[in-house]
């Protein structure tokens, strides 16, 4: 009795309602999740697992299934890897809207994402959960190969078995490593990764490639071009600039600040997740294996690049950024870090094809309104 009941507990973490999978995982499947209202003629509400869900990404395209109805498993492993308030506090804007439900489960967890996938039964995932951060792949290499390929693995095995009509998965910009055929093209060769973590990102893309070949499982990889928007990633520049310049304390600006970013407003790249998870990729009858095609492929698969198409000099994103806050930034000029590259500009003519979409947020609208949910957050 004991012991079932420790199987099927519901914990709370923290404040936080969460469904927690424990190992082993519950015998019988949970009950299934009541169906939230539909407006007439709307399609049929997909259950779908987004791991990654109290991330940053994972986030907003969690409340965006949930809102157009669909029901969402989101997984997480709320790992300290930054701020863990911060992914608490997106999953409180989630945790009871009616569709929605939390595992607090490891990608590397072999066994708990089995049961998961066998319970839930979802319909589509959406794979966002990973050792995110260029820089940081090269202090802890191993963080990455645990979650970016020991994960991978785990949720093409739970996709594979489970029969999922279709896996989406976050790549990076960074896979485009040392290339500088400008914009980059998911029809380029990227062979050439300058850091581990480009390594894990191309690497899932093979490992995804080959379970489209094998088991007819459909996949599309999302390369995504540096993202931006409230609820971002402490990690990133704009974060970390708005800190500092706010606490009036210098930021480095690296490569002298001769660097060009496809900043991508979230807003844009959640239309771009939800238009490609309803498109479900078919073989390419067109795939000539002589002069085989990077991007598609004779099995169920695609790649797409989801980026704004419009470079940005890191100095003018400092600049929008001092005016919004009201107040300059003490610049301390810095050469480039390893890892990093110099500039990324998205071809996105795929994406536009496919799915008839385009990013279209310039950084004059998208950091206002980073800035006003930080301030929001954080306070004045
Ligand atoms: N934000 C960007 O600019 C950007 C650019 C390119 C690619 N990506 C990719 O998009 C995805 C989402 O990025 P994000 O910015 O939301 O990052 P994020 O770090 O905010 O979100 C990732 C989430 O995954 C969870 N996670 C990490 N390892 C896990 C594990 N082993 N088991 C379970 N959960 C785990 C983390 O706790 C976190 O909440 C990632 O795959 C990232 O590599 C992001």
Avoid at 53 to 78: E, M, P, T
Wanted: glycine share 8%.
């Amino acid at each position: 009795m004991e012991e079932q009941a420790a199987r099927q507990r519901m914990t709370s973490h923290e404040e936080l309602e969460v469904y927690e999978l424990t190992s082993p995982f519950p015998p019988s499947p949970p009950a299934p999740l009541p169906e939230p209202p539909q407006p007439p003629g709307s399609p049929a509400p997909l259950r779908v697992v987004v791991t990654g869900a109290a991330g940053f990404i994972g986030f907003h395209v969690s409340k965006r299934l949930l809102d157009r109805g669909d029901q969402v498993i989101g997984l997480d492993n709320l790992n300290s890897y930054y701020d863990v308030t911060l992914k608490e506090a997106r999953l409180a804007q989630l945790t009871g809207r009616p569709g929605f439900r939390f595992a607090k489960l490891d990608l590397a967890d072999r066994e708990g994402l089995a049961r998961l996938f066998a319970a839930e039964k979802p319909q589509r995932v959406v794979h966002l959960a990973a050792q995110a951060g260029v820089r940081y792949s090269l202090e802890n290499p191993h963080a990455y190969v645990v979650s970016n390929l020991v994960g991978f693995m785990n949720i093409l095995e739970g996709c594979r078995h489970g029969g999922v009509e279709h896996l989406v998965y976050a790549s990076s910009s960074s896979v485009y490593g040392a290339n500088k055929v400008s914009p980059f093209s998911v029809h380029h060769n990227v062979d050439h990764p300058v850091s581990l973590y480009a390594a894990t990102k191309k690497a899932n893309e093979l490992m995804a490639h080959t379970y489209s070949h094998l088991y007819g499982l459909p996949t599309t990889g999302l390369r995504f071009f540096t993202v931006y928007g409230p609820w971002g990633r402490p990690d990133m520049a704009l974060f970390i600039f708005t800190r500092a310049i706010l606490a009036g304390k210098p930021i480095d600006v690296f490569n002298y600040g001769k660097m060009q970013r496809d900043f991508t407003y979230i807003g844009d790249i959640v239309e771009g997740v939800v238009r490609v998870l309803d498109k479900v990729p078919t073989p390419d009858p067109a795939w000539d294996a002589v002069a085989a095609d990077p991007g598609t492929s004779a099995a169920p698969y695609r790649l797409y690049n989801i980026g704004n198409n419009r470079p940005v000099e890191l100095l003018r994103f400092i600049e929008v950024l001092e005016e919004c806050l009201g107040k300059k930034a003490e610049k301390h000029f810095l050469p480039l870090q390893p890892g990093d590259v110099v500039s990324t500009c998205a071809d996105i003519n795929e994406l536009m094809r496919d799915v008839d979409f385009r990013p279209s947020t310039p950084i004059e609208e998208g950091i206002p309104h980073f800035v006003e949910w930080y301030h929001s957050y954080y306070g004045p």
